[in-house]
């Protein structure tokens, strides 16, 4: 099995082992050392990282990333490059491919991209295909706020209806899927992508903030 979870998660560790804790991210309010914090919960704190999600337990969840955000940075990075533990079903690498292949392709994009100078990866066909597959299952839930109709069209790989049409038209986003997945992720401002539709449904979308 081709482990492009695992394959990210080294590469953003990479990355933020050799940018240092006080980067920028394209995460607003976080430094490189708050999305390792992230990252670290999402894999040993399963109990907090439904946080941001759930009143509850925000505030708890924020006091924790701060409190592991200003840790020992090189230890950060040591339990990203580890992994989830082994209770963790996250560490079965069927569940990791699953549920971390979009995960840490954005995440390692979001330090990418935020530094000076980035470039777009050339990424391999397979490694295309699977993020494409993957924001099939994930298109309609990312573009739920959307108040247009959306059609993603993936460059060589097809194209799927994520949202459809209410009062608005329709806007066709056009891109290689590493592109269409930042733009569904809410990085909007650096998938490079193409919009094709009416200008007002065009503005109304953009307008418009897409995240999970």
Not at 54 to 68: N, T, Y
Not at 140 to 164: N, W, Y
């Amino acid at each position: 099995m081709t482990r492009d979870a695992r394959s990210e998660r080294l590469l953003l560790a990479d990355d933020l082992d050799r940018l240092g804790p006080d980067a920028p991210t394209l995460c607003t309010g976080w430094q490189t050392r708050d999305l390792a914090a992230h990252v670290v919960i999402r894999d040993s704190r399963p109990d907090l990282a439904v946080g941001e999600h759930l009143p509850f337990v925000r505030d708890r969840a924020k006091r924790e990333m701060r409190r592991i955000a200003n840790s020992a940075y090189p230890e950060l990075i040591a339990r990203i490059r580890q992994g989830a533990p082994s209770w963790n079903p996250m560490s079965w690498e069927a569940v990791d491919e699953r549920t971390n292949r979009l995960e840490f392709f954005v995440h390692h994009e979001d330090v990418r991209r935020a530094q000076d100078g980035w470039t777009a990866r050339d990424l391999d066909s397979e490694h295309e295909r699977h993020l494409w597959t993957d924001l099939r299952r994930f298109a309609r839930l990312a573009f739920r706020r959307s108040p247009t109709g959306i059609v993603l069209v993936a460059e060589g790989l097809g194209r799927t209806a994520a949202k459809l049409p209410d009062d608005r038209g329709t806007v066709v986003i056009r891109g290689a899927a590493q592109e269409l997945v930042l733009f569904a992720f809410g990085r909007t401002g650096v998938a490079q992508v193409d919009l094709s539709g009416d200008a007002d449904d065009i503005a109304a979308l953009q307008a418009t903030r897409l995240s999970i």
